[in-house]
T-cell receptor, first 116, second 113 residues
Framework: SQTIHQWPATLVQPVGSPLSLECTVEGTSNPNLYWYRQAAGRGLQLLFYSVGIGQISSEVPQNLSASRPQDRQFILSSKKLLLSDSGFYLC???????????????FGQGTRLTVV | GDSVTQMEGPVTLSEEAFLTINCTYTATGYPSLFWYVQYPGEGLQLLLKATKADDKGSNKGFEATYRKETTSFHLEKGSVQVSDSAVYFCALLISGGSYIPTFGRGTSLIVHP
């Protein structure tokens, strides 16, 4: 069966420090991968998505970047964190069943990031 | 473009009450519809789904019916429990279209004993 791992679960970082959040998926190949952010009491904001190794699309220009160095690994990074980067970050994946057919996304447990 | 509209929360109920959370959508193609649940401090879990008109998704006592004529996918449960307290997200995905799901803003449910 497929599983998604996201870490760390919680993180407290000072303003101006770097960030690296990692997400890996097991039990599948060539998944679509996503990074979302959820501010307190708010809905989901899509940050990045990827349909393959090295293919990253950004939805919102900001202080963050994403990379996909391996098929099932998705990394969210920042060189210098801002206070406004605080939030709950969620990684997700979805399979492509056959060409052009997509199905539901599956989420990791999330990372609570507090920038102080 | 595609969009999902959910009723504003929070929805506050007493235990064993009947639950309805409204969800309507607009879609450029033929969507699959989903309900996700998010418990405090956790990620989203798929609760149920329906992939074509008149399909009923069900899980853990929750149900939702894909109504193409009203473009709706309302979530219902006959008797809620305190453990159902969570945030519920309605979502759609166009089969054969974009692989990016469209989410509603979420509806918080609070169930009191």
């Amino acid at each position: 069966s497929q599983t998604i791992h996201q870490w760390p679960a919680t993180l407290v970082q000072p303003v101006g420090s770097p960030l690296s959040l990692e997400c890996t998926v097991e039990g599948t190949s060539n998944p679509n991968l996503y990074w979302y952010r959820q501010a307190a009491g708010r809905g989901l904001q899509l940050l990045f998505y990827s349909v393959g190794i090295g293919q990253i699309s950004s939805e919102v220009p900001q202080n963050l970047s994403a990379s996909r160095p391996q098929d099932r690994q998705f990394i969210l990074s920042s060189k210098k964190l801002l206070l406004s980067d605080s939030g709950f970050y969620l990684c997700a994946w979805s399979p492509v069943l056959t060409q052009g057919v997509n199905t539901e996304a599956f989420f990791g447990q999330g990372t609570r990031l507090t920038v102080v | 473009g595609d969009s999902v509209t959910q009723m504003e929360g929070p929805v506050t109920l007493s235990e064993e009450a009947f639950l309805t959370i409204n969800c309507t959508y607009t879609a450029t193609g033929y969507p699959s519809l989903f309900w996700y649940v998010q418990y405090p401090g956790e990620g989203l879990q798929l609760l149920l789904k329906a992939t074509k008109a008149d399909d009923k998704g069900s899980n853990k006592g929750f149900e939702a019916t894909y109504r193409k004529e009203t473009t709706s996918f309302h979530l219902e449960k006959g008797s809620v429990q305190v453990s159902d307290s969570a945030v519920y997200f309605c979502a759609l995905l166009i089969s054969g279209g974009s692989y990016i799901p469209t989410f509603g803003r979420g509806t918080s449910l609070i169930v009191h004993p």
